[in-house]
């Protein structure tokens, strides 16, 4: 084993063709396009088709990342999915994913950290890397969100939708991995959960009538810890990486709602062009939604080699992080 640097070598996104608006939920909930866009920023989602499980998305998203190296499936090291909708309770959705690319007996696991899965699986996968024990991580946050959320439910249907993001994380010279900043507090978890399902409760036919197998939110409660814990990691990360607001280039932003960002976006002093939003595109993607957000800027160009990134996420748990980056072209 050697120490290194970690540099993310290429990044691809996928997204679902069904694309549901703002309109389509006027069709069956008692809202509008106006009350939508205003608390939340948000315009369409893309919805996962039946047959189309999360592996299926991350499986797209992986290929996409290949596609713009040299690389096969074989030359990746190790295969992390940061989900909270995996295919199945076990085994884990990074297996399935890791051998449908073709790659042969290679470590394969989940993260299931909620919507700070990205954050947590860069730290988690750049550490490998950077301790010598893999030189490359696939990294993907992918999501099917949409098939945990009630439809009937208007304080969460329009908040969430499908995607998948992700990064090729590989040995390097020079280091991108400032710091990190990783929190979690278990005391609530019934604030934003799925109740049902796990160990503590079965999925029975009460629950299932009760419509328990959804996603249940305290939203308010939540908004606020996110903006807190938004502005709270940020600042860590950069005091661990020497670094001030002002040195930074983009803050990405786990995309939960367009208030949430604004708000942490105004205490950090960040101007509207410097930090990544496509809310109006995806809605809450969890743990897809900050590598689809990179994905994005990179192909429009925005980011450039050297710019000081900051990404930071929230979510169940509840759980939190930031990561300081340093973008390497
Ligand atoms: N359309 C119209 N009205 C709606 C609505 C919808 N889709 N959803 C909720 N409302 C209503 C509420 O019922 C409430 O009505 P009332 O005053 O008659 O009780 C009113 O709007 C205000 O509700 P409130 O919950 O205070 O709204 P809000 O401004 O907090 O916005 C969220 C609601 C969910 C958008 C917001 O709380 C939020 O984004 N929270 C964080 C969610 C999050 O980030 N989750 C994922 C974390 S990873």
Redesign the pocket.
């Known amino acids: 084993m050697s120490a290194t640097g970690v540099k993310i070598a290429a990044v691809g996104r996928y997204a679902p063709e069904r694309i549901v608006t703002n309109a389509d939920f006027e069709k069956t909930?008692?809202?509008?396009d106006e009350?939508?866009v205003t608390?939340?920023g948000m315009k369409r989602r893309h919805y996962a088709a039946p047959e189309q499980a999360t592996s299926d998305l991350a499986i797209a998203a992986a290929r996409d990342a290949l596609s713009r190296t040299n690389l096969t499936a074989q030359d990746i090291d190790c295969f992390i999915v940061a989900t909270a909708t995996p295919d199945y309770p076990f085994p884990a959705t990074a297996c399935i994913v890791a051998s449908a690319l073709g790659a042969i007996d290679k470590p394969a696991f989940d993260i299931e950290i909620?919507?700070s899965g990205f954050i947590y699986g860069l730290t988690v996968g750049s550490s490998l890397v950077r301790a010598g024990v893999y030189r490359r991580v696939m990294l993907i946050g992918a999501e099917t969100l949409s098939k945990i959320t009630n439809q009937k439910d208007?304080?969460t249907a329009?908040?969430f939708g499908d995607g998948a993001g992700a990064v090729i994380l590989e040995a390097s010279e020079t280091d991108s991995f400032l710091s990190s900043e990783l929190g979690s507090d278990g005391m609530k978890p019934e604030l934003?959960q799925v109740a049902i399902g796990g160990s503590r409760r079965a999925a029975d036919a009460a629950a299932l009538d009760a419509g328990e197998q959804f996603i249940r939110?305290e939203?308010?409660e939540?908004?606020k810890f996110?903006v807190t814990k938004m502005i709270d990691a940020t600042d860590v990360a950069l005091r661990k990486a020497n670094l001030e607001k002002g040195d930074l280039d983009f803050l990405i932003p786990?995309q939960?709602?367009r208030r949430?960002i604004d708000a942490a976006a105004k205490y950090l002093e960040m101007p509207p062009e410097k930090v990544l939003v496509n809310i109006e595109e995806y809605g809450?993607t969890?743990a897809a939604s900050i590598p689809l957000a990179l994905s994005e800027a990179l192909d429009a160009g925005r980011i450039k080699d050297g710019d000081t990134i900051v990404f930071v996420g929230?979510?169940?748990g509840l759980s939190w992080g930031a990561v300081c980056w340093k973008w390497v072209a």
């Open positions: 909930l008692e809202t509008s009350w939508i608390r939340t909620a919507c208007r304080g329009i908040l934003l939110m939203g308010r939540v908004f996110a786990h939960a709602n949430i809450n969890s929230f979510g169940g």
